[in-house]
């Protein structure tokens, strides 16, 4: 089993709907938990962080289920240029601290 | 907020020469900084974590040999493709953490393209 596993997509949505992605991961340890946005060919952008209590930026909100181990991006009113991959990242801190990335999930909207 | 500056952008070389990747944190000081490769349509792949002032730690399947790294100061490390071949080619691209902040700040990436 994967440390991270993300449904890879591609997700195709029109423009205004409401998009879900989970992301579980499989080290209960596991301790900070981010979503980054990467467009093709560019570097991962952070979008947010991810807290117990769950965060919300806009029209983004993040959630944490520690006792299921997953993480969540709602994205609300979905816009054109939201078209990118969402990467979930999970950071395991022990003897030293381990990133670990997801595979990715491909959002598409179109108009 | 944080950069990490990452050299060259693009690189196209022939098959054989070895190529050097520079990823430079610019205003902070990054004591890990981590190095991926990334294929078309496919996710980042970690390849190896760079410590300044030590030694690599490398991924399973990644070449200690193939792919060089140098961490030797708090703001630069260094990925060196050694006799690249056309398999090679890929996105590369370098991040670094900020600190005691486990936020990761990602280079532009470089494109290799061996010919």
């Known amino acids: 089993r994967k440390e991270v596993e993300q449904d890879p997509g591609p997700f195709n949505v029109p423009e205004g709907a409401t998009v879900a992605f989970n992301c579980t991961y499989s080290n209960s340890a596991s301790q900070s938990f981010f979503w980054y946005r990467q467009d093709c060919r560019k570097e991962p952008k952070l979008l947010m962080s991810?807290?117990?209590s769950g965060n919300e930026d806009g029209r983004f909100t993040a959630q944490l289920n520690r006792a299921s181990q997953y993480i969540s991006l709602l994205i609300r009113d979905s816009k054109l240029s939201d078209s990118a991959t969402y990467l979930c990242v999970v950071t395991l801190y022990s003897s030293a601290s381990k990133i670990i990335f997801g595979s990715g999930t491909r959002l598409s909207i179109r108009p | 907020g944080a950069v990490v500056s990452q050299h060259p952008s693009r690189v196209i070389c022939k098959s054989g020469t070895s190529v050097k990747i520079e990823c430079r944190s610019l205003?902070?000081?990054?004591?890990?900084m981590f190095w991926y490769r990334q294929f078309p349509k496919k996710s980042l792949m970690l390849m190896a974590t760079?410590?300044?002032?030590?030694?690599?730690?490398?991924e399973q399947g990644v070449e200690k040999d193939k792919f060089l790294i140098n961490h030797a100061s708090l703001t630069l490390s260094t990925l060196t493709v050694t006799s690249a071949h056309p398999e090679d080619s890929s996105f590369y691209i370098c991040?670094?953490?900020?600190?005691?902040?486990?936020?990761?700040?990602f280079g532009s990436g470089t494109q290799l393209s061996v010919l």
């Open positions: 991810v807290y117990s």
């Open positions: 991040s670094a953490a900020q600190g005691g902040n486990e936020k990761l700040f």
């Open positions: 205003d902070f000081q990054a004591t890990t």
């Open positions: 760079s410590n300044e002032g030590s030694k690599a730690t490398y």
